[in-house]
């Protein structure tokens, strides 16, 4: 790994797990390993999963957003859990795992996503993560007065605008700017707290913000984009990247890229984590993993396969094609969608392994395009440890198929083989997601400016 | 109180907890009987404040808000707690308190907001109440890109537009639209998941929420506007009112106004709480609950009372002058600022007490204008009786001059004396804040026009 800076010695892989309402593979929920469905609105379900990751040594819990409701609720548990009220009151339930929001730099302000952050890593002691997204769900807009969706573009302007106006309200409060001084009456020293006059190119904030620096600084920044645009700006401002590949391969040339980005921008390249998705099938023998998966995708709807083929491929077919080649020719390659990873990682696919339409959708139905596995614990434990050691990942975001007993087999018979591997922490070393990825935590640019500008004594 | 509905011999009286990071007296943080200042950002104590409420059997704890930081926290805690992420933690440490967020309807999107507080009256059973706001500090707006803060009638339009779409929201699944049927695969019944499509004069939401209908239905609604704009708004859309008086008189005359108006459009009055806000100063003797309220005062700083005074009233005053009459012709009673009911209540105070500067700012030290009291339990205990069988109010935001020694003692001193007398409950009957303040559930408004229309068997 030319662009790998860190000490291959001490290096030890990360582990966020994907919360994801009924578990990942679309049809978990209707399997009978799955919890009863009411469970899904229960806030108290979702902190026994996160103790439980916490009690596995987790860096993070993971969770997805969007400011719409997806098409295919009608097959699929894919209603939304707003990410910072379900993940401060997970904050609540645990002391020491990373807590990573989901939000959109398209369909909010700067001025409310920073108070939130700030408050959420505030209320956990230091354990938020964003991950930043511009929402690729064109149905959002409608949601908040426009008529169309920016564009890939326009969104990607807004976002780089509103890192810069977010990241400025985070630094505002100086650290120590909080006196709390009772005999002379000064509650806060005001000198140390900045108006940020953020004016970008579509952004103006004034700022401050209202409430002092939280204790990580900022959240830790992630990001999961994987097109030209999502790469310039995961090599530019990502602390962490999750990203989706089918094959070693297509990690390693994605691995290799963003640390050369990022390297070339002047970054440490070891400071910015590779993670990909993956959604693990467990049984003691491969067979019985196999078996289970094909359960699973024997349970999906096809009517709701076809309708998230057509999303992503611009292909519209019909349940008498399902056994029939996917039809290559039909394959809208232009405009937004085109420009898309996820597009170009479904494309691989079809032009890979050539499957029929009935395969190719039950590859999708695992984990939206992330890599699905399915074999013993030293089995998925190994194909990790490839990608890790072979430059494909610093780390993965676990996605269980189903949820919780997806995780909790992953957590009792994968992990420990991990461990005694020397991949993966026994126990949590520091406090904060920021000392669980190993990223220093930022001075505010407004302290770094006052004691440049400083005169040496 | 021929608006009054509620039968006398059920009534009860309805208590709050507002809390404020420091106490609501703006001096607190600076007293030996307050905590180290360090705690106001954990988030623990506020959890310990929640569970105290809670076991006291009050109603709700309440958290105000404000998109920016308030000029006088040089000298006063007066940074800001994000309600959603906060409460959303303190909902994790309770189980039957309700959690009232301040939300402004100004600076947030129906969508955004909508999906928050849905989230939170999940995640908390039921316990969601939303103090709605249009933002009186012109700073906000800078924050977010605006050069100037909207007017007062303009805040109303888009109040009212804005209600009328997230209710479209909240309703949007019917209840019982997550059928998760795991034999048929039906996940949710998208028959009975509706778009919304608001159109109003300023906002427009296609919908439908991207989660389930919460246990509540929606979030109580409250609100704090006693300007003519505000009235007539809460008259509307109110089941709980927060409001500011001095005297019996002035709380009477607002109560009968309230709910006349609510007569007027068709409501039952006794579905709309009156609740004034009372700052007590609780000893064991009336002298020495005066006494600590004066050594609260003389904590105060005249140099943010000043500005304090200036914000609120227009007039520009030196610490020279504050020994020295209220300059009564100084007081700009135009534009913005004399609509509001906050200038109308320090005004009063003027022209009724005739105080000194010193005098009008330790009235207003205590809490921005609400009632403050001194006296021993029996005193306190006796005011709130007073205006409850007086026609003043139906209940009280309680808001301790100090926190959180201040709610210990009403708690442990004058509940009990409100109990002996037969007017505050000694435990809960419900689970939600709806059926604390005695409100029912509403039905979606898309299952009442289905039902409505479908044919009598």
Redesign the interface.
């Given at each position: 790994m030319s662009a790998q800076s860190a000490d291959p010695r001490t290096r030890q892989l990360h582990l966020n797990l994907f919360v994801y309402p009924g578990g990942h593979h679309e049809?978990a929920?209707?399997h009978s390993v799955s919890p009863d469905?009411?469970r899904l609105?229960d806030?108290r379900f979702y902190?026994d999963l996160a103790r439980a990751a916490e009690l596995a040594a987790f860096d993070g819990v993971f969770f997805a957003d969007?400011?719409?409701?997806?098409d295919n609720?009608?097959?699929?548990?894919?209603?939304?859990?707003?990410p910072?009220?379900?993940l401060?009151?997970v904050?609540?339930?645990t002391e020491r795992i990373g807590l990573i929001a989901t939000a959109s730099t398209t369909?909010?302000?700067p001025?409310?996503l920073a108070?939130?952050f700030?408050?959420?890593d505030?209320?956990s002691g230091g354990r938020a993560g964003w991950n930043i997204v511009t929402t690729g769900a064109p149905?959002a807009a409608?949601?908040?007065?426009l008529d169309a969706h920016p564009v890939h573009a326009e969104r990607y302007e807004r976002a780089r605008d509103f890192l810069e106006a977010v990241g400025k309200l985070w630094d505002s409060w100086e650290d120590g700017a909080?006196v709390?001084d009772?005999r002379s009456?000064?509650?806060?020293?005001?000198d140390r707290?900045h108006t940020v006059d953020h004016e970008g190119p579509l952004?103006?904030?004034?700022?401050?913000?209202?409430?002092?620096r939280s204790p990580q600084g900022r959240p830790v920044y992630v990001q999961a984009g994987s097109s030209e645009d999502g790469r310039a700006f995961a090599a530019r401002y990502a602390e962490a990247v999750f990203t989706a590949h089918q094959t070693l391969r297509s990690g390693q040339e994605f691995y290799a890229d963003i640390k050369q980005r990022a390297a070339r921008l002047g970054r440490d390249p070891g400071k910015l984590l590779v993670l990909p998705g993956i959604s693990p099938f467990i049984a003691s023998t491969e067979s019985e993993a196999r078996r289970l998966h094909q359960e699973f995708n024997e349970?999906t709807?096809p009517e709701y396969s076809l309708e998230l083929l057509h999303r992503l491929l611009g292909v519209r077919l019909t349940q008498g094609e399902l056994d029939g080649p996917v039809p290559r020719e039909l394959i809208e390659t232009g405009g937004e969608r085109g420009n898309g990873s996820r597009f170009q990682l479904v494309l691989d696919i079809v032009e890979r392994e050539q499957p029929t339409v009935r395969e190719l959708l039950h590859r999708l139905a695992g984990a939206r395009g992330h890599r699905v596995i399915a074999g013993t614990p030293e089995q998925v434990a190994g194909q990790l440890q490839q990608w890790y050691e072979q430059g494909a990942a610093d780390g993965f975001n676990v996605m269980p198929p189903w949820l919780p007993g997806g995780f909790d087999v992953f957590a009792a018979q994968v992990v420990p083989i991990l461990r005694e591997r020397g991949l993966f922490r026994s126990e949590y070393e520091g406090g904060t997601l920021r000392e669980h990825y190993g990223l220093a935590r930022p001075l505010s640019r407004y302290e770094a400016a006052r004691s440049a500008a400083a005169p040496v004594a």
């Open positions: 049809a929920w209707r469905p009411d609105l806030i902190q969007g400011p719409a409701l997806a609720v009608r097959y699929a548990s894919r209603f939304r859990l707003e910072f009220t379900w401060s009151a904050a609540a339930a369909y909010t302000e001025y409310n108070r939130l700030a408050s959420l505030h209320l149905q409608r949601n908040f007065g909080l709390a009772r009456g000064l509650f806060a020293d005001t707290i952004l103006k904030v004034r700022g401050p913000l209202n409430i002092p349970l709807q």
